[in-house]
């Protein structure tokens, strides 16, 4: 077969034409790059709101002033309902003292406060599957019928900012994510039809001889994959070196960056989805070869 | 092997050819004559569908030309070896690429390419020019690596428009001589030729163009 001989020829190419394949190159990179911060932020926030029941669970205030009897049928109460796996009584006192150790350094604050102004509560860790906003609100309605329950507290209010806050973005960045990556299959076309253009000669004179699409397309096809993995490669690399100092350095400052993920298949899929692109690329630059 | 019937080619209103009717048996040699601006390019381009026959039927082997699909295209022209009046060698590419690229479009291996190149340079005795340019050799030789490239896959058919074009007479004579060769090999050739020189005493026969049709046939 001849793919051999496509390599050589888009080699040559190549070659020939460098400094525009390599500029070309570190454009797609740039544009795949921001792509790729743009998917992992995405990705990130839905990994996080994802997690934020699980993080805060409910937290149920008492009413002041229950006596110990009250306060034992409202946590056998809370155990019934559908969804609690368990409940931790924190008692005035315990979350006084709680407080007071989270505050030592700056303890004169509690100084000549002679009364506990904070109330008892009970925190619920609920089942994975019961954590969706409905079922997390109805619950917290549920609860707060109960007598002896002053309020209750779910994550949901931060819950629904982060999944509206999410959305916006996700519109959002549809819209560049579709722009950026129709600027990298346009970058790869106008590199590959540069070469093409330098080629007609040539491919009018092999079409008479006989050669086939796929004869000419080929080593069109791998300029325009080579471009397009080299830039998925590049902007890969790129976003592993930003991650680590993100959550290596920047961590010691905001602590929750700790637990920013990049998932490892992005180095495998990242390159190749510049592949493909890359091919589209070449693809529609070389056209339909008329016979 | 080759049969016109009836065929018609007008360029914008302009007629060029009109109801050519001939064929070419298997194995048989042909010269077309006729003057400059006859149509003798443009006929040998309607046999391997570089142009339209806008009327009639052209039959190459099993081919139907008239009809054949764009995607059969490719299939038809690798039965057919050309000859271009310009040459048309790849710029950049040596001697031995230039002729090596007729066996590459057909996938052969890079080593039976290897050794039927060389074979049919030394056939037309420019085996040491392998690794030429092909902008630094002389006419007659540049003449030699574009019959070269037409035979080395021994297509059926081969196809040779004015190939002794602005060569002296002794060189004309030799690539002549060359196809008659390569003619005693099997393949059908058709040469086209403004001059009466190369066919007279061949023994071959001429079809001469005339009045944008085939007026009269003759034996060389
Ligand atoms: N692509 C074209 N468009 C318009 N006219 C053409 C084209 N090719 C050839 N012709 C005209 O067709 C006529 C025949 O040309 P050609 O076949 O090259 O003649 P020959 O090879 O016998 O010298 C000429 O008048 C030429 O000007
Ligand atoms: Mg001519």
Redesign the interface.
Known sequence: ??I??ALKTALKGMYQEKWINLLSAFTVASSLFIVLLIGLILFNIELFAGTIHERYGLVVFLKDNLSELETQSVITEIHKKEGVISARYISKEDALKEIKDKLKDVSYVFEGLDTNPLSASIELRLKKDFITPEKVKTLSKNIKEISGVDEVFSAEKIAETIDYFNRSLSNMSLIVLIALISGVIFVIYSTVKILFYRRK??IE?????????A?IRLPFLIEGATIGFIGGLISTAATLVIYFAITYRLSNVFPILQNLVFPNEVIVVFPIVGLILGVLGAFVAVGKL?? | MISFSNVSKFYDYHTVLRSVNFTVEKGEMVFITGPSGAGKSTLLKLI???EDADEGEIIVGKFNVTSIK??D??????Q?G?V?QDF?L??GLSVYENVA??L????LP?KEIKSRVFDVLKRVNIRHLADSNPKALSGGEQQRVVIA?AVVAEPQVILADEPTGNLDPNTAIDIINLLKDINITGSTIIVATHNKELFRGTGKRVLRIDSNTIAGEEIG
């Open positions: 077969m001849y051999g001989y000669e040539e004179t092999v079409k008479l001889l006989g050669a086939t699409r004869f008329r016979f | 391997y569908r570089a764009s995607s295209v490719p299939n038809l022209r690798r057919i050309v271009f048309r790849l710029k690229i007729a590459r479009i057909r996938g890079e490239r």
